[in-house]
């Protein structure tokens, strides 16, 4: 779904979207309760919260690779990745330390739950700025049109830096 979604609407859409669905959902987690209704719940809002991280980690990969001559895929595929797996090492032991702050376990997992929430919903803005911000300087520095139909540069586009 999350390929088709980018088609329609661009990828950077579907990734602040799916960022903040993700976010929504997780926030939803925090009215679980205990006992057999609450498991179905968290079925329910975990897996929709899964379609949401999936669209956003799509859309981040279409988006970091989009553009990028075919020899440098590669490289962005890995540092996209790279990122990934240091978020994961690096957030879930903060987490879990965060959580271990509360004598009750479940009050834990709570605080844990609404920082990771207000952290996705954080990152979900700030993604959306920083693309609307990235794509109207792009848009900027594309070639205008002189009245003759010729072509004329709005803005000198600055060199392009290479990882070494």
Same mark, same amino acid.
């Given at each position: 779904?999350?390929?088709?979604?980018?088609?329609?609407?661009?990828?950077?859409?579907?990734? !602040?979207?799916?960022?903040?669905?993700?976010?929504?959902?997780?926030?939803?987690?925090?009215?679980?309760?205990?006992?057999?209704?609450?498991?179905?719940?968290?079925?329910?809002?975990?897996?929709?919260?899964?379609?949401?991280?999936?669209?956003?980690?799509?859309?981040?990969?279409?988006? !970091?690779?989009?553009?990028?001559?075919?020899?440098?895929?590669?490289?962005?595929?890995?540092?996209?990745?790279?990122?990934?797996?240091?978020?994961?090492?690096?957030?879930?032991?903060? &987490?879990?330390?965060?959580?271990?702050?509360?004598?009750?376990?479940?009050?834990?997992?709570?605080?844990?739950?609404?920082?990771?929430?207000? !952290?996705?919903?954080?990152?979900?803005?700030?993604?959306?700025?920083? &693309?609307?911000?990235?794509?109207?300087?792009?848009?900027?520095?594309?070639?205008?049109?002189?009245?003759?139909?010729?072509?004329?540069?709005?803005?000198?586009?600055?060199?392009?830096?290479?990882?070494?």
């Amino acid at each position: 779904m999350a390929p088709r979604w980018v088609a329609r609407v661009g990828s950077a859409k579907v990734l !602040a979207g799916g960022l903040l669905v993700q976010a929504a959902l997780t926030f939803g987690l925090l009215a679980v309760g205990a006992g057999a209704g609450g498991t179905w719940i968290f079925l329910v809002v975990i897996s929709l919260a899964g379609i949401g991280h999936m669209a956003a980690m799509v859309s981040y990969n279409v988006t !970091a690779t989009s553009g990028l001559p075919d020899d440098e895929q590669g490289q962005a595929t890995g540092l996209t990745t790279t990122t990934q797996q240091i978020g994961i090492t690096v957030g879930i032991p903060l &987490l879990a330390a965060l959580a271990s702050t509360r004598a009750d376990v479940l009050s834990g997992v709570r605080l844990g739950l609404a920082v990771d929430a207000i !952290a996705v919903a954080v990152l979900a803005v700030t993604v959306a700025l920083g &693309l609307t911000a990235a794509k109207r300087r792009q848009e900027e520095a594309r070639p205008a049109k002189r009245p003759g139909g010729t072509p004329t540069t709005r803005l000198k586009c600055r060199p392009r830096c290479a990882w070494s």
